[in-house]
């Protein structure tokens, strides 16, 4: 990785610099990918990036082999945060009723013009949780984004929440996405069961809740 000038982004090119980021690199700095990395698949579990309020420019490149366990590449976007232009391929599995998804598990800034080809699952017996290709549960923005990924929700007696983009709109706005992997509702139909080709449920709380120009 090189270091940054004071208005440049730091530039990210190996697994070792990606892992910086949230402990010597700071949460809201500004990053891009110069090249694809691969994580090593399910040989090295990946640590997930927690409320990120920064930009991380992907830049084109792809993120491979990232094996993740309750969590995507981020398990939070924050507030301001934004993710853009980055492919993320490999296997994201969620086990404790977390919100789940390949680029991350809850969004509250910006996902624009990201790609999940990871397959992600969550595996829920005591809960319900949204489980999403892209991100579990968006607060905010996700535009032009793709799903190629097979999205598994298995939510038991609780049931879950599964879209091929997006598992849980919460008063966020999708636009401009679509979905081309297999979507896999849990089996038993609950109050609480929700599947969609882009999203699993729209959330419309304070009635702001938009989905346009989608398709799967």
């Known amino acids: 990785a090189a270091e940054a000038g004071k208005d440049d982004p730091i530039e990210i090119d190996t697994p070792e610099a990606l892992a910086e980021i949230g402990k010597n690199y700071p949460l809201d700095g500004n990053y891009i990918l110069t090249d694809n990395i691969d994580l090593g698949g399910n040989t090295n579990k990946w640590t997930p990036i927690d409320n990120f309020t920064g930009t991380f ?18 398990r939070s976007i924050g507030e301001n945060g934004v993710v853009k232009d980055l492919t993320v391929s490999g296997e994201v599995a969620g086990n404790s009723g977390r919100d789940i998804g390949g680029i991350a598990n809850e969004n509250h800034g910006k996902i ?9 699952s969550g595996n829920y017996v005591n809960s319900s949780s949204p489980i999403g290709g892209v991100v ?3 607060q905010v923005a996700v535009e032009n984004c793709y799903n190629a990924g097979e999205v598994t929700g298995n939510g038991g007696p609780y049931g879950a929440y599964t879209g091929g983009v997006v598992g849980k709109n919460t008063d966020g706005e999708i636009s401009n996405c679509y979905n081309t992997g297999n979507v896999n509702g ?6 609480k ?3 969609g080709g882009v999203v699993g449920w729209n959330y419309n709380h304070y009635d702001i809740a938009t989905t346009t120009n989608c398709y799967y």
């Open 57 to 74: 420019d992907g830049n084109g490149y792809t993120i491979s082999g990232l094996y993740a366990v309750d969590a995507g590449l981020f």
């Open 112 to 120: 624009i013009g990201c790609t999940n080809k990871c397959a992600v």
């Open 136 to 138: 579990g549960c968006n």
């Open 186 to 191: 849990p089996d038993s139909a609950t109050a």
């Open 193 to 195: 069961t929700g599947t």
